[in-house]
């Protein structure tokens, strides 16, 4: 029996278990459906010899992270990262009907493609190593990390992953969603750092009737800076400003003497992304409004939480050669991709060669809402597309372990 037979004699097996998975709500704040998922998924690699650990999140709001272990005869270590969460709250599945279905190649749900499918990418690929590649498979340690908060971007569990990975790791393997079309794939080479920040202004309240003057209006002032700080946004170096949260004022007939807005920046290059903090906070330093008898609005910007870029370097260049020389075998195309969302992988290119992408094609991706026009869509995950990125990994790790 051939791979590919094997793989399409159990995909029923398979979509069943996945099923299961997607059935199960894993909103990042429903800690209770992150450690029932945790557990279907450990369930499923018993069979293969994997020893499951549950640890606690650093946030005692979340769920608990899962580290799946099975000892080669070497300590050579692979990390295969996914992760558990997903960005739908209960509510939300319900009131936009949205759960497992299965439309001609499209499988809908909550997390078929993010990344409840990167998940099962991983286990259709060790069992595959497990019956047509024994000696390999039993000769690596091989390390299954998922993120219960990968949504919030936990610190945490990249600290996790480094401390498991330390002693002995190859690489780590990152199974968010990867790009198909027919024979082109591609694989995630870099992806954009990001800082998120928050701008508070302190006003100066009045009546807005009978003394408007003497008030100093924070919201009009936030206003201001909101416009400057998305004037930073810079295409040509892929450097963008998001502002996606505002809030001030309490009734109309006051001058507001507070507003507050979040927002996140995002950009590939670390020069970049250090000078974008810098132009950030110098905008604390505007003329301020002020109000007639003399108070000045306080403009205070801080960087709330840092994730670094990922950016092209050898330990990814190398492991990218592996994945274009399976496809060339396997007589398709890659390409690599620079994305600009995060994963688990900002935490560990720095720490051990690191590339991303392995899980299947799928589209719409954080996205529950359907419209009869198809101008909206649901996550969905191309039932096609797993056992060739099944393939694709396989003889990719195959050619990696092959040089060890």
């Known amino acids: 029996m051939t791979i590919t037979n094997y793989l399409e004699e159990n995909l029923p097996r398979y979509l069943g278990l996945l099923q299961h998975w997607v059935e199960t709500n894993s909103f990042t704040a429903n800690p209770a459906g992150v450690d029932a998922v945790a557990k279907l998924t450990a369930a499923a690699f018993v069979d293969l010899g994997f020893v499951a650990e549950y640890i606690p999140s650093q946030n005692a709001n979340h769920g ?17 990262i996914s992760h558990l969460d997903t960005v739908f709250p209960p509510e939300e599945e319900a009131a936009n009907d949205f759960h497992w279905r299965v439309v001609g190649d499209r499988i809908y749900g909550p997390g ?13 690929l060790l069992e595959a190593l497990q019956r047509f ?11 299954v990390l998922l993120n219960a908060a990968e949504e919030t971007l936990s610190n945490d569990f990249g600290a996790l ?38 701008v508070s202004v302190e006003g100066k309240s009045a009546h807005a ?18 416009d400057q700080i998305a004037a930073l946004t810079d295409y040509a170096q892929d450097l963008t400003f998001n502002v996606g949260v505002i809030e001030g004022g309490v009734v109309t007939n006051r001058v507001p003497h507070a507003a ?15 000078q974008a903090i810098e132009d950030l906070l110098a905008l604390q330093n505007q003329p301020p409004i002020t109000s007639a008898d003399g108070f000045p609005c306080q403009i205070q910007i801080e960087i709330v939480n840092k994730t670094a870029p990922w950016p092209p370097n050898p330990g990814t260049n190398k492991l990218y050669t592996y994945w274009q020389q399976a496809a060339t075998e396997l007589g398709w195309q890659m390409l690599p991709e620079q994305r600009g969302g995060l994963s688990d992988g900002n935490h560990l290119w720095n720490t051990l060669p690191t590339i991303d992408g392995l899980g299947p094609y799928g589209e719409h991706g954080h996205c529950s809402e359907r419209s009869a026009d198809g101008s909206k869509d649901q996550e969905y995950a191309d039932k096609s597309s797993f056992i060739p990125k099944t393939l694709l990994n396989f003889t990719a790790i195959r050619k990696l372990i092959a040089e060890l």
Do not use: P
């Not at 590649?133 to 390390?143: G, K, N, P, Q, S």
């Not at 190859?170 to 870099?190: C, K, M, N, S």
């Not at 507050?260 to 250090?274: I, L």
């Open 260 to 274: 507050v807005a979040r927002g996140e920046m995002r950009t590939f290059k670390q020069e970049v992304y250090n």
């Open 112 to 124: 078929t493609n993010d990344v409840k499918g990167g998940t099962l990418t991983i286990l259709m």
């Open 209 to 226: 009737g009978s003394h408007h003057a003497r008030g100093a209006n924070a919201i009009v002032q936030l206003a201001r800076t909101v």
């Open 161 to 198: 992953c480094r401390e498991r990975l330390s002693q002995g790791g190859i690489a780590a393997l990152v199974f968010e969603a990867g790009f198909r079309d027919d024979d082109l794939y591609q694989v995630v080479t870099a992806r954009k750092g990001m800082a998120t920040y928050r």
């Open 133 to 143: 590649a024994a000696e390999d498979f039993a000769a690596i340690t091989w390390v």
């Open 64 to 80: 608990n992270h899962l580290v799946l272990t099975r000892q080669g005869n070497t300590n050579r270590k692979l990390g295969l």
